[in-house]
């Protein structure tokens, strides 16, 4: 890695985790309907509004020792895991896939599907603004790679047929729902951004590790119910994005 190449990395990542400091924001408000926008940044204890010098993303978190300056109250580690998740996830898809307009735009895919992931982890629903998000960037690939146009529709309409289908063959077996609108649609929208086998690779990756990680939940607790689906599909949007063409060319080279 060059000095050049270097110091373009730390900035990505100073930017990730500024943009980091925002979906905190979304995390918190969204769910209870409080705009993101027109509020100032206040303590969720003591509603005390914040000053400049107390939002520098991760640093004043480490510099108040995890603690509202002005109550005293323990600040949670979300806020700088998430910081700092994201700009980590920013530089891993700036090296993945180059300095460039789609790699933004991937960018801001995972962010948007980090807030969604934590809120369905949170509160089992899925906000349909962040859904409508993922369609638009879907829409701007679309675009982008208009030669291939046909390839990002069938990913659209593959990845969201797929999970309907079986949300419907679930409901006719077991006589209850197994996958929500919100899951369906999210993966529709993903579809879009990804094309079709990049598409079918998330779905692959999402509902292994989703099945892996909830039996292994289950064997633990020995309770069963509904579980959050957006973290799982989200992982899988991820690595698909990155590398799911390079592992179709791949396959293709090793079949062919």
Not at 84 to 105: I, P, Q, R
Not at 134 to 139: H, K, R, T
Not at 208 to 231: M, W, Y
């Amino acid at each position: 890695m060059t000095a050049e190449n270097f110091f373009l990395y730390i900035i990505v990542f100073l930017y990730g985790i500024i943009i980091g400091s925002f979906l905190n924001v979304c995390i918190y408000r969204i769910p209870k309907g409080e705009s993101i926008v027109t509020v100032g940044s206040h303590c969720m204890e003591c509603g005390h509004p914040l000053k400049w010098y107390d939002l520098f993303p991760l640093f004043s978190f480490l510099f108040l020792r995890g603690k509202c300056r002005y109550c005293g109250t323990k600040l949670s580690f979300q806020y700088p895991l998430i910081e700092a998740f994201n700009g980590v996830l920013y530089v891993w898809t700036f090296a993945a896939k180059g300095f460039g307009v789609e790699s933004v735009l991937f960018c801001l895919l995972f962010s948007d599907l980090l807030v969604l992931s934590v809120i369905d982890l949170r509160t089992m629903k899925i906000p349909f603004a962040g859904e409508l998000f993922v369609l638009l960037i879907g829409m701007i690939v679309t675009v982008l790679h208009y030669k291939d146009w046909m390839n990002y529709i069938l990913g659209f309409v593959f990845c969201g047929g797929f999970l309907l289908i079986i949300s419907v063959l679930f409901f006719l077996l077991r006589h209850k729902n197994g996958l929500g609108l919100g899951d369906i649609e999210l993966m529709a929208f993903a579809g879009l951004c990804l094309g079709f086998f990049p598409g079918l690779f998330a779905i692959v990756i999402g509902s292994v590790s989703g099945v892996f990680v909830e039996i292994c939940k289950i064997l633990k607790t020995k309770k069963n119910g509904r579980f959050p689906l957006v973290p799982y599909l989200s992982a899988g949007i991820f690595f698909a994005a990155l590398y799911g063409q390079s592992f179709y060319d791949w396959y293709l080279h090793l079949v062919l």
